[in-house]
């Protein structure tokens, strides 16, 4: 079941990279293997979530310009609040998974302009930066909640007897 489930990483990294940008609403586009993660972590647990967002993240960064590590770290640390947050919550609300995902967008926003800094790659100015996050947090909390809804009811109705 791994292997499935690692296949669908890659496409999910290979589809964030080519066509998520051409759905792009106010400047940003959904981050797939961020919403996969939030998804894993919230149905399976944090340790799922941990694993699934380093392979996640380093698929990432294997198709970026830059060095290897920033967009792993960043999902591991998205991948933690979640796990954390989940912990801490009733785990059949829809609302608090749409949060959690808002809340890991923008740390893995965060991350990745503070790796960037970091790193002397350039970094773009920080009203331009918050823009975008907010944007994306809208989007990714959207495509969470429709995602969580889908899983829980495709879980549901498989696991129940003929």
């Known amino acids: 079941m791994s292997g499935v489930f690692f296949a669908l990483m890659i496409v ?8 998520a ?15 996969a993660v939030v998804c894993i972590t919230w149905l399976r647990g944090p340790r799922a979530g941990l694993v699934w967002a380093c392979a996640g993240g380093l698929l990432l960064d294997l198709t970026a310009p ?48 503070g790796a960037d800094d970091t790193l002397g790659l350039p970094v773009p100015p920080l009203a331009l930066v918050f823009q975008l ?23 549901t109705t498989s696991s129940e007897p003929a």
């Open 66 to 113: 830059g060095p290897l590590g920033p967009h792993a770290i960043a999902l591991l640390v998205g991948a933690y609040a979640v796990g954390f947050w989940v912990r801490n919550v009733p785990p059949t609300s829809m609302v608090q998974p749409a949060i959690a995902a808002a809340a890991a967008s923008g740390l893995y926003t965060l991350v990745l302009i």
């Open 12 to 19: 999910l990294a290979l589809v964030q990279v080519t066509w």
């Open 133 to 155: 996050a907010a944007a994306a947090c809208v989007y990714n909390a959207a495509l969470v909640t429709v995602s969580v809804a889908a899983l829980r009811r495709f879980t």
């Open 21 to 35: 940008p051409h759905l792009q609403l106010y400047g940003a586009f959904p981050n797939l293997v961020l919403a």
